[in-house]
């Protein structure tokens, strides 16, 4: 079975260059909160995702949606109109975290394919076999803190697709929940669409260093001249008794190109790769290698890993929880 490369897409003019490069399938989202991509300039009008998703069938992709945040309380209604929208749109299927709008969905729209996001954080079999059961799930996408290993063992013991994360940003903490960025933001991810959101970051000289700050809090300190990553509090450089550095962990990107074997023997059903806030030409190069990669396995070639080293945070890569020398 031919592995799924499942690709981001911030803007129209993406989902074009991604379905271009080789791309099966694109998810993306609506232009509100909905979408755990909420940024301005980004995401897709109603007209431009019927639009995408007429362009992707026609060549032969699909177009998930990522409905993906946790409703307001009392604001349900934006939620339940993006599904039914998405629906009647005959999108290939919509990406919930959320249980009641999972429900809604699941007796709504009974024919509509549902994948749970990896904001659910479903992590188990027990988790995974809760929302097959309930809904009707179809995929789960897993969080980014189970080794090969345990993905293996949980395909073996349910019956739904699963999608890993193979390429892009590594959220080392509670899928979209992180409670360092909320309490430094004011903002939960989950809620309004963005870690560490770029109306938060601050950087000040002091002292011959270049200071990083979120929220107000400074998270890293650099020598003036030399690569500062994005502030991240997962990433930030702390002190903790008399160690410094990265506690959490460093400021890298997960590639785990050279996994793919063993994630297709683990049973993995579709590889997605990370950065709906991306540019066009970085979506273009990653997707382009990685469906390189991935035809490479298929055809029982050697995978040429590591391509991607410029296009990663600090120039560095990892294969992140997949083994577990990750920190």
Known sequence: MTLELVCPAGTPAALRAAIEAGAHAVYCGFN???????????NFSRAEMADAIGYAHRHDAKVLI?????????????WTRAVDDAASMQTDAVILADLGLLDYAARTHPALRLHVSVQAAAANADAIG??????????????????VQEIAAINRDIDVETEVFIFGGLCVMAEGRCSLSSYACGNSPNMNGACSPASQVEYREEGGDLV????GFAIDRVKA???????TLCKGSFEAGAYRGHVFEDPVSLDAAALIPQL????????????????????????????????????????AAGELRALTEGQQTTSGAYSKTWR
């Open 264 to 303: 297709a023997a683990a049973g993995v059903t579709a590889l997605k790769i990370e950065g709906r806030q991306r540019s066009r030409a970085y979506t273009q190069a990653v997707v382009r290698n990685f469906r390189r990669a991935l035809d490479a396995h298929a055809a029982g070639r050697p995978i």
């Open 32 to 42: 509100d909160e909905t979408n755990a991509r909420n940024f301005p300039g980004l």
């Open 66 to 78: 990522a409905i993906n945040t946790f409703p307001r309380a009392g604001g349900l209604e934006l």
């Open 225 to 231: 001249g030399a690569a500062a990553p994005y502030p």
């Open 130 to 147: 809760f929302y097959a059961r309930s809904f009707g799930v179809r995929r789960v996408v897993l969080p980014r803190v189970l080794t």
């Open 212 to 215: 990083s700050r979120l929220g």
